[in-house]
Each structure stands twice: as structure tokens, then as C-alpha cells.
């Protein structure tokens, strides 16, 4: 009997892996950069000695909610996916005060939230970006 082809994973692709390392790098820079001026921090983290940041978060958060931004991204039209950007980056300001709450992030008394909002509009856009055009690419 003739082996039937691998069936691909709808989810996990290396498009998609690409991008969520790529989200990976650039959350640690900027939480790397917002920590050390100040204008955040994570008071209780992995190894705390030795980051500054919250590391799980940067290294598997991070990449696996791109992966499933990414996988809701491939599923839409422009319009939905520019909604899709919107929505995603209007909730995280709010998933951020929840955390404050949880006492999982503290925020300095300079910080806005409208600035995760902008953030997160910014670095969902470069990462749809990046991704529409690999997928592009490779066809």
C-alpha cells in the first residue's frame, strides 16, 4: 500500500516560526530597553538575578500568541486583517493592566497605556508585514 503524504500542520509552519522568532528577538530588545530606562518592570520572573526581564514570557509567550495572531492573520481578507492588527493591539493595553493586577508588571508613572497601544499597532503591522511577504515569497 503507498504511504499517503505527510499531512502540513494548518498552524505551524516555518513562516510562521520564522515570524515568532523574529517576534521573540524583537520583544526581548524592547522589554530589554523599557526596563532599563525605567518605564517598566516584572517583579517576579525566571532567575531574576540574572534578567531583568521576564524571559518565559519573551522566549514562549511572545512567539506562541504570534503564532496563533499569525495563524488568525492567514484566515482573513485586508480588511479583517487590518482589523484583526487593531483588535489585538486594543486588547493588549488591557491584558497589560490585568497583569499589573495579577502583580505579574508594574509600570512606572510616566507610562501610558496609550503607548502599548501604539507599540503593539507597530510591531503587529512589521510582523504581518514580514509574514505576508514570506508567504509571498514562497508562494
Given at each position: 500500500m503507498p504511504r499517503l503524504p505527510k499531512k502540513r500542520s494548518a498552524f505551524w509552519n516555518k513562516d510562521r516560526f520564522t515570524c515568532a522568532l523574529l517576534a521573540s528577538l524583537l520583544g526581548t530588545y524592547l522589554?530589554?530597553?523599557f526596563v532599563g530606562k525605567?518605564?517598566?518592570?516584572?517583579?517576579?520572573?525566571?532567575l531574576p538575578e540574572i534578567f531583568s526581564i521576564h524571559i518565559l514570557f519573551t522566549?514562549?509567550?511572545?512567539?506562541?500568541?504570534?503564532?496563533?495572531f499569525l495563524y488568525g492573520l492567514s484566515l482573513a481578507n485586508g480588511w479583517g486583517r487590518a482589523?484583526?492588527?487593531l483588535f489585538v493591539s486594543l486588547l493588549m493595553p488591557i491584558m497589560e493592566k490585568s497583569a499589573e493586577r495579577l502583580g505579574l508588571f508594574v509600570h512606572s508613572e510616566k507610562w501610558l497605556h496609550l503607548?502599548?497601544?501604539f507599540g503593539y499597532l507597530l510591531f503587529f503591522t512589521i510582523?504581518?508585514?514580514?509574514?505576508?511577504?514570506?508567504?509571498?515569497?514562497?508562494?
Amino acid at each position: 500500500m503507498p504511504r499517503l503524504p505527510k499531512k502540513r500542520s494548518a498552524f505551524w509552519n516555518k513562516d510562521r516560526f520564522t515570524c515568532a522568532l523574529l517576534a521573540s528577538l524583537l520583544g526581548t530588545y524592547l522589554d530589554l530597553y523599557f526596563v532599563g530606562k525605567g518605564m517598566y518592570q516584572f517583579p517576579h520572573r525566571l532567575l531574576p538575578e540574572i534578567f531583568s526581564i521576564h524571559i518565559l514570557f519573551t522566549l514562549i509567550g511572545l512567539p506562541l500568541l504570534t503564532m496563533i495572531f499569525l495563524y488568525g492573520l492567514s484566515l482573513a481578507n485586508g480588511w479583517g486583517r487590518a482589523g484583526l492588527i487593531l483588535f489585538v493591539s486594543l486588547l493588549m493595553p488591557i491584558m497589560e493592566k490585568s497583569a499589573e493586577r495579577l502583580g505579574l508588571f508594574v509600570h512606572s508613572e510616566k507610562w501610558l497605556h496609550l503607548y502599548s497601544f501604539f507599540g503593539y499597532l507597530l510591531f503587529f503591522t512589521i510582523i504581518s508585514v514580514v509574514y505576508l511577504g514570506l508567504k509571498n515569497r514562497s508562494g
